[in-house]
């Protein structure tokens, strides 16, 4: 089985390297520069892009304006034609790509890579697990149960499912679509899957974020699931699929699996499309499942919260520490702020925290390297620090509710909680100092690049609170190069920002380890944590005494 990874661009140069993920089991691309493609056209991309390189020489050249011309026939130097090889193996192709508009602490490594806190109730996780080292059991699972006819798996790099029951016998359809029994409120924030009451496993037809209203008239005839992404398709629906990714004059375009492919699908199906309405499709509840959402800064945080929080049976937990608020995360971090009970909707991780910091709540701190300031953090602000060719730092503040869409000159644009105009209005600046002309504020260029961790700290603080600073921060970053957001995922060095990474980890062990009672060190996967004490150089604990607890002393041994 194959795992085909759809990335921001700048992600896939040195993924397998950084992330340590095998190239013979995976396979990672990104969609075509300054081209949207959606989830239909980024799968169709997806599987031509894993084709062409398992098939060098290959008969048909997207990259070149993107034209499509079918590889129908084998040749001496593109191996099989695309059909066979799409029968060959089993595949799951998840989509990570896109901008992360709403979660810009990951935008530039991709949602799949959020570093995921250790569950305080789980044996044997491992201290650098991602997001998508999570997902992926559930997905081999259901690949490892899936019919011969059924050999791809199309899933979403920002969810996470957890489920502990296991997964019911899949049906022979040309498409199987997995789904929550969910709240309706829950329901109408994304697609709904609606079958009749008397052939529960067939669909109906399917709908896109429909109003409370529309599932309490539903609900007289049909049930209704939650769509939690996590397609199976047959060879048959992929040909479909592909066909509508390209238009008439053979260009890939912009096709969406679930707004466009799957209201196309269902005995009764919302959008007409005689092919596609002929593919029979199977919904299948996922039993005992729980969905997880990773697409904003709030939902990282929220949904990591309630995985935490899905055991509270003392017993099973091992350690002893009770934070002053269960809603703070702090990973691959040096902490030095005495939280309180204020504090709240925090996340720290990859970063430095000097005891000169002032905090609040919510939020979301990433990549600040080791620092002396004296920084006072409002209410939902945020900030990302991204490393920028050899040694510079893009600093990058912003809004925990910030979605980065709108023109800068529209007075509805918001940055860091407040409006874009009255941001440059209380710096004295104008809009014409961050774009001449108007601009999708994603690619209005706000953030500084500094070298001096000294200059990083004080254009921060000016960019946060004009009024606490000098002309002297302002010049920083009048006179600095600035990037866009976009810019920032084309730019980001991601060996520099997996390195700071991993000198905070090696920071952090000794730290865990000594203060055990309190820290997850002894429920981690030890055998992983030997591994990372022997390249991070570090010393073997010693033996615990004899008033340790029991269990504690076993994993100690």
Partial sequence: MRRLLSLPPNAVTDYYQLNGRDRNEWFCTSDPRDKRLGSGGGTTWLLEECYRDENPGVAFEAEKAHTYT????????????????????????????????????YAVAGKTSIPIPVFRWARGQKVKQDLLSLQMPLYEKIMGQSPPTLKTLIVSGDVYIHTEKPVQEIPEADIVCFGLWVDASLATRHGVFASSRETPEELDFMLQKPSLQVLEDLAHSHFFLMDIGIWLLSDRAVGLLRERSYDEEGNIRFYDLYGDFGLALGSNPTKKDGEINGLSVKILPLEGGDFHHFGTSREMIASTLALQNKVYDQRLIMHRKIKPHPAIFTQNAVVNYPFTEDNGTIWIENSHIHHGWQLSSE???????????????????????????????????????????????????????????????????????????????????????????????????????????????????????????????????????????????????????????????????????????????????????????????????
């Fill in 70 to 105: 079918p590889p129908a026939a084998p040749n001496e130097n593109s191996g099989v034609a695309f059909e066979e090889w799409l029968s060959k193996e089993k595949r799951v192709l998840i989509h990570a790509g896109g901008q992360s508009r709403r979660l810009p602490a």
């Fill in 363 to 557: 939020h979301v701190i990433t990549g600040v390297p080791e620092n002396r300031w004296d920084l006072h953090l409002p209410e939902g602000v945020c900030i990302d620090i991204i490393p920028v060719g050899k040694k510079g730092y893009a600093v990058r503040p912003y809004g925990i509710d910030d979605t980065f869409k709108g023109d800068i000159y529209a007075a509805e644009t918001v940055w860091m909680g407040a409006p874009l105009w009255q941001w440059v209005d209380h710096r004295g600046l104008t809009l014409n100092d961050v774009a001449a002309t108007p601009v999708n504020i994603q690619n209005a260029r706000l953030f500084p690049l500094v070298e001096s961790i000294e200059e990083m700290g004080a254009v921060l603080g000016w960019m946060i609170d004009p009024y606490a600073a000098s002309d002297k921060e302002k010049e920083i970053w009048l006179q600095s190069r600035r990037f866009s957001a976009d810019e920032l995922m084309e730019q980001a060095s991601l060996p520099r920002l997996y390195a700071q990474r991993e000198m905070f980890l090696r920071k952090n062990y000794p730290m865990m380890e000594k203060n055990y009672q309190k820290s997850i060190f002894y429920q981690l996967d030890l055998s992983s944590v030997a591994d990372d004490y022997a390249r991070l150089e570090l010393e073997i604990p010693p033996v615990l005494s004899d008033d340790a607890d029991s269990m504690q002393q076993i994993h100690n041994r």
